[in-house]
């Protein structure tokens, strides 16, 4: 469960961060591989933040090593910062976005997906999502 406000009883487990790439109105998409954690769900690059980073930098490392995409930390923006409860822990998530101005080849790291696509918003809430990230596309784009 996502909250706007950080509750009462919050243990962050981790912190991570995620990332809305755009262009011409669809986000990158990833398919996380079977064996990972919430395996065959789609999701947006994201991961968790590495000491010593902060966290803009978090979100560009973490795009350009699951797309392949290079963004300098003046075109990564950011967004919110959320509170994630999951039954097993919880996490502080921050969302970041980048547009692109012409739709590029997204280039996976097998090891962590084994597909990606670009789609609209209204068309990625129609798939099997990683926990959350129906909440935080509803927040993000106002839907």
Not at 34 to 63: F, M, Y
Not at 82 to 98: M, Q, S
Request: aromatic share 14%.
């Amino acid at each position: 469960m996502i909250y706007l406000e950080k509750p009462k009883d919050f243990n962050p487990k981790l912190e991570a961060v995620g990332c809305f790439v755009q262009c011409n109105g669809e986000i990158a998409l990833l398919l996380r591989q079977d064996h990972k954690p919430q395996g065959n769900t789609w999701g947006i690059p994201s991961g968790k933040v590495h000491e010593g980073e902060n966290l803009a930098q978090t979100a560009i490392r973490e795009t350009k090593e699951e797309t392949g995409f290079n963004f300098s930390e003046e075109e990564m923006k950011f967004f919110k910062t959320v509170w994630v409860r999951f039954p097993e822990y919880d996490f502080v998530y921050h969302i970041f976005y980048a547009d692109l101005d012409e739709k590029k080849e997204i280039r996976i790291n097998s090891k962590e997906h084994k597909d990606a696509k670009w789609a609209s918003p209204f068309d990625v809430l129609k798939l099997p999502l990683i926990g959350d990230l129906d909440g935080c596309i509803n927040l993000f784009f106002g839907i």
